[in-house]
């Protein structure tokens, strides 16, 4: 029997790493001992992944699309749970387990190993998990946890930051000697690079699929150091988003650019009902189809659940 543990469609550095990080932790306490463990991923890498993956000498996980599936493989979800947000190779009633930082919205017929806790990234959980029973993550592992940390609470500044990743970041750059600071220049610096990419790629580069209360939603984000030179191709940003919502299968679809040195984000949508939504939601004022909405970064926390209020 294989296990594939295995994050989102669309995958960000936390996403792929948690997939490497709770593989070795599973087998470092020995459950499921007669399975073998395959970490693998949704989808292609972002520029940031890569990155930091290559900065680490960490063998990438295998892409799901290209595996074969028999019959007596199971799944673990990491740092997603939504069926929108899974691949279409895993089925749902082969998971049994999932670990993961976001609101739940799921629905199982067999019970299932569930590990969900309001931290800054996946990362932190399973890193809490090593502290926990007192076992020590090797060092790429502890790498990659340290990086997925500062990625997904961008830097630490994040609304979704807690105490416990505060500490983590400690811990782990002191065991490690890493400077943080240097370290999170550089998650920003790769994060932001767009270079060569065209609307279509930035638009889908980082989203995810929404269910709220029925209604399917597309939420895309860019963070980026130069919100500006982004929006500048707004044309063909919105031109893209109404490609996405026909791809995806949604009503609707929005792209928020985040400045990570300001911590500030724009909302970019294609229809007046969408803006009239990001109005309500944000308490705004939309103009050319851009919307200010302030020092909101976190999809999970400060966007998600405000666009979800006004949809319910």
């Known amino acids: 029997m294989k296990i594939f543990v295995i994050g989102h ?6 996403c792929i790493s948690s997939a490497i990080e709770y593989t070795e932790f599973l087998k470092k306490i020995g459950r499921y001992q007669d399975a073998e463990f395959v970490p693998a991923r949704a989808g292609e890498p972002n520029n940031e992944t890569v990155h930091i993956f290559k900065k680490f000498n960490v063998e990438m996980p295998v892409l799901i699309d290209t595996q074969q599936i028999d019959p007596e493989d199971r799944f673990i979800l990491v740092d997603h749970n939504e069926e929108a947000q899974r691949s279409e190779k895993v089925d749902a009633e082969k998971i049994i387990e999932i670990v993961d930082h976001h609101k739940l919205n799921l629905s199982f017929t067999s019970p ?8 800054g990234s996946t990362s932190s959980i399973i890193y809490e998990l ?13 790498h990659l946890i340290l990086a997925s940390i500062l990625s997904d609470t961008v830097g630490l500044k994040s609304s979704t930051t807690t105490g416990l990743d505060v500490t983590f970041v400690k811990n782990l750059s002191k065991k490690h000697d890493v400077d943080v600071e240097k370290l999170t220049f550089d998650i920003f610096s790769a994060k932001s690079d767009i270079s ?5 790629q930035v638009v889908n580069k980082d989203f995810k699929v929404f269910d709220f209360s029925g209604k399917k939603v597309f939420i895309g984000q860019v963070e980026t150091v130069e919100p500006g030179v982004v929006i500048k191709d707004k044309t063909n940003l919105i031109k893209a988003l109404e490609e996405a919502k026909v791809e995806q299968g949604t009503s609707q679809a929005y792209l928020f650019i985040t400045d990570i040195l300001k911590v500030n984000s724009y909302a970019i949508f294609a229809t007046k009902e969408e803006q009239e939504i990001i109005e309500k939601a944000f308490t705004t004022i939309g103009k050319d189809w851009v919307a200010d909405i302030g020092p909101k970064i976190s999809r999970k926390k400060d966007i998600a659940p405000e666009i979800e209020r006004v949809l319910k």
Request: glycine residues 4%.
């Open 9 to 14: 469609k669309s995958p960000d550095l936390d």
């Open 112 to 119: 299932l190993r569930i590990d969900i806790r309001p931290l």
């Open 130 to 142: 090593f502290e926990v029973l007192r076992l020590i993550p090797s060092d790429h592992v502890s």
């Open 196 to 200: 060569g990419l065209s609307a279509k």
